[in-house]
């Protein structure tokens, strides 16, 4: 009888097209290998959510959903929060385990390597260095790292919009500093008017704010040259490169990594171009520790990742979150995400019980299981699953024994992950830093050729300040402004759109 439930359960994934194969169906607590569970690539990028509690076998399951993608020619971008991930580049041991798992489900396992490009957030990491300008990052996504609130946040985004009205690409934090401190001088103050100011108190708050965001390491990540999103869509004999964000320490800074991860997926829904409905998605983003996003996230911060979620599937770009709970998510995102993969869920206390009777509710009815009972008791390696079949409708509720993954499952060590990057063909492209002339460079050398000045009191204005109140200064300032063109056009999240 299990077996027959089992087969009545797959029999809701059976599909004619390509599919990630995820592993077999468990009934009453034995694996049908002959009762598939798979997740149609047509409708990867109806997105999804990988979930479950630490240990329950989160990482695994994402390195499988990797290297089956990229077999079938579809790029990945991973972030590679505790390095384990770096193990795609080079094949598996197998051994006992894995020869067990593979009878159970059925997997022909073989021993496979995927090709990887390794990425670091900014320079001074193991993989080639991922910038972005502060005109690209935009003001609304700038607010969220430097945690404004929103008064401050408006704020930033009328100094944003001074900018791009003059045509001044603001590349760096040095730039975006002597912008705020013009504008809070006397000659600053007067061009904004009838569109507001920039006041002392708040532009204190935004400076201050920049200082402990460069002492945190983020002048290494603003800066130029840019990533082009195009690197990200890569093949390499027919494979999918798996992109590999490593970030080890995001502990340092987990709201820069998950902004940063958001200001990526911006990126690409303004970059590329209507897909409408392929047989594969162009790319799939798996977002890790998704809840540091959406943790106290402003109102129209939210309203943007909603929106970008919703929209981006027309680009053929597919995005499953991960994280610990479905309820770490809005219900407006966890509506979007058509494909479901619950690890065990941990129910030691009251709010416990409680996450656990919402993710229950998200889940469509099932006369197979008590799935209050399953998500408790599911085995390391094993999910709840649920996506959406290739007419739309959502397949029904598999208690899944998932495959094991054919590449290494740990990491490759740092120095293999070093030498990796180094010889990437965007090596040469991304490893060095350009420094090119804006405003900061341009102020600095008026400075320096006019004469010292007497000495102040203790309270002197610093030396931007004493540039922005020297009149040639001020006109040189407006001349190079106007010189750099016109407005730019933003995006959803105040990207820059190219």
């Known amino acids: 009888m299990a077996d027959d439930a089992a087969r009545q359960i797959a029999s809701g994934y059976a599909t004619g097209g390509a599919a990630v194969e995820l592993g077999a169906v468990v009934v009453d607590g034995a694996a049908d290998a002959g009762a598939a569970v798979r997740i149609p690539l047509a409708t990867m990028n109806r997105h999804g959510l990988v979930a479950g509690a630490t240990g329950t076998g989160k990482t695994k399951t994402l390195q499988l959903l990797a290297e089956q993608l990229s077999e079938a020619g579809v790029p990945v971008l991973l972030a590679d929060v505790k390095g384990d991930l770096s193990g795609l580049a080079a094949a598996g041991e197998g051994g006992q385990k894995v020869t067990e798992r593979a009878a159970q489900v059925g997997d022909d396992w073989r021993a496979t390597s995927y090709p990887a490009q390794f990425w670091s957030l900014g320079t001074g990491g193991r993989g080639v260095p991922i910038r972005a300008t502060i005109?690209?990052?935009?003001?609304?996504?700038?607010?969220?790292?430097?945690?404004?609130?929103?008064?401050?946040?408006?704020?930033?985004?009328?100094?944003?919009?001074?900018?791009?009205?003059?045509?001044?690409?603001?590349?760096?934090?040095?730039?975006?500093?002597?912008?705020?401190?013009?504008?809070?001088?006397?000659?600053g103050k007067a061009e904004l008017t009838g569109i507001g100011g920039v006041s002392t108190a708040t532009a204190g708050v935004v400076l201050r704010a920049l200082s402990n965001l460069e002492a945190r390491g983020g002048a290494e990540f603003f800066g130029e040259p840019e990533l082009a999103v195009g690197d990200l869509l890569r093949q390499v004999d027919g494979k999918g490169v798996v992109n590999l964000l490593e970030l080890d320490d995001v502990q340092a800074d987990p709201v820069l990594f998950s902004t940063f991860l958001m200001w990526l997926l911006a990126e690409l829904f303004e970059e590329l171009p209507e897909a409408g409905d392929l047989d594969r998605p162009k790319l799939v983003f798996f977002f890790d520790e998704a809840h540091l996003l959406f943790s106290g996230a402003s109102k129209a911060f939210l309203e943007r990742?909603?929106?970008?979620?919703?929209?981006?599937?027309?680009?053929?770009?597919?995005?499953?979150?991960?994280?610990?709970?479905?309820?770490?998510?809005?219900?407006?995102?966890?509506?979007?995400?058509?494909?479901?993969?619950?690890?065990?869920i941990r129910a030691f206390t009251p709010d416990d019980q409680k996450a656990l009777s919402r993710t229950v509710k998200t889940y469509?009815?099932?006369?197979?299981?008590?799935?209050?009972?399953?998500?408790?008791?599911?085995?390391?390696?094993?999910?709840?699953?649920?996506?959406?079949?290739?007419?739309?409708?959502?397949t029904p509720v598999a208690w899944t024994r998932l495959?094991?993954?054919?590449?290494?499952?740990?990491?490759?060590?740092?120095?293999?992950?070093?030498?990796?990057?180094?010889?990437?063909?965007?090596?040469?492209?991304y490893q060095q830093t350009i420094d090119r002339e804006s405003a900061y460079e341009r102020l600095a050398s008026k400075v320096a050729a006019a004469p010292e000045p007497e000495q102040a009191a203790s309270d002197e204005p610093g030396i931007f300040q004493q540039a922005m109140d020297n009149p040639a200064v001020r006109s040189f300032f407006r001349s190079a402004a106007s010189a750099l063109g016109r407005e730019i056009t933003r995006g959803l999240f105040g990207n820059r759109r190219r």
């Open 403 to 429: 495959r094991a993954p054919r590449s290494l499952m740990g990491t490759i060590g740092e120095e293999a992950v070093r030498s990796s990057a180094a010889s990437s063909p965007l090596c040469d492209k």
């Open 364 to 394: 469509p009815t099932t006369e197979h299981y008590r799935l209050d009972e399953a998500l408790t008791s599911l085995g390391t390696g094993e999910a709840i699953v649920t996506v959406l079949s290739e007419t739309g409708a959502p």
């Open 135 to 187: 005109t690209g990052f935009g003001p609304l996504l700038l607010a969220k790292v430097l945690g404004l609130n929103a008064t401050q946040e408006s704020t930033l985004g009328l100094i944003f919009h001074w900018a791009d009205q003059r045509g001044l690409a603001l590349l760096d934090l040095k730039d975006l500093r002597a912008v705020i401190q013009y504008l809070t001088s006397d000659e």
């Open 305 to 344: 990742i909603e929106q970008t979620v919703k929209l981006i599937r027309s680009k053929a770009v597919g995005v499953f979150f991960c994280t610990q709970l479905p309820t770490d998510l809005p219900n407006a995102v966890l509506s979007q995400l058509g494909a479901r993969v619950q690890h065990a």
